[in-house]
């Protein structure tokens, strides 16, 4: 008779259709966390803003700056972090003779990053980005960019993702990509 057997498979199949419904099979407890710390900022984000108060120069004198929306951040639940630029828009501020400067940045950057509690902290090498900016419509030569990891505050929700650098100088805002 073929009953026992029948019986068998179906208990087995009951706890295989019971726990894909929320057990575990040889793990206690709950799931360790990503690598990356909270999985909230684990995605592809879309710059909306960048606000940079002080990064940026001109003849040596620091200027705000906003914009690069269109910029491209991927954070992976492993802590790899890559930033894409090609085909953000630029950066703008306004000198103090009150001529525009613009500046275009290309290129990308991989770094690890750790967030949790709010806070997040970068490691990698500074990454110099291809460059191109303008004073008042005329060429700058010779400007320069790069990034550096960094650390800060970060806040997170299923739609958004701000980051603002330790001494508040720059606030990404993305959106969900």
């Known amino acids: 008779m073929c009953r026992p057997m029948a019986v068998r498979h179906l208990a087995i199949g009951l706890a295989l259709v019971l726990c894909a419904a929320g057990c575990s099979i040889g793990k206690p407890g709950s799931s360790a966390p990503p690598a990356i710390g909270d999985a909230c900022v684990v995605g592809t984000w879309i710059l909306t803003l960048e606000t940079n108060t002080s990064g940026y120069t001109y003849a040596g004198t620091p200027v705000a700056v906003s914009g690069l929306a269109g910029a491209q951040l991927t954070l992976t639940s492993a802590g790899d972090e890559k930033v894409k630029f090609d085909g953000s828009e630029p950066l703008v501020g306004t000198l103090a003779n009150g001529l525009r400067l613009s500046i275009t940045l290309g290129g990308s950057f991989d770094y690890k990053i750790h967030a949790a509690s709010g806070q997040y902290q970068e490691?990698?090498?500074?990454?110099?980005?291809?460059?191109?900016?303008?004073?008042?419509?005329?060429?700058?030569?010779?400007?320069?960019?790069?990034?550096?990891?960094?650390?800060?505050?970060?806040?997170?929700?299923?739609?958004?993702?701000?980051?603002?650098?330790?001494?508040?100088?720059?606030?990404?805002?993305?959106?969900?990509?």
């Open 123 to 177: 490691t990698g090498a500074v990454v110099k980005l291809p460059t191109t900016a303008t004073a008042g419509g005329a060429p700058v030569t010779d400007y320069h960019s790069s990034y550096s990891p960094g650390s800060g505050a970060y806040t997170c929700s299923s739609s958004g993702l701000s980051m603002t650098t330790k001494g508040g100088n720059q606030t990404d805002n993305w959106s969900k990509g």
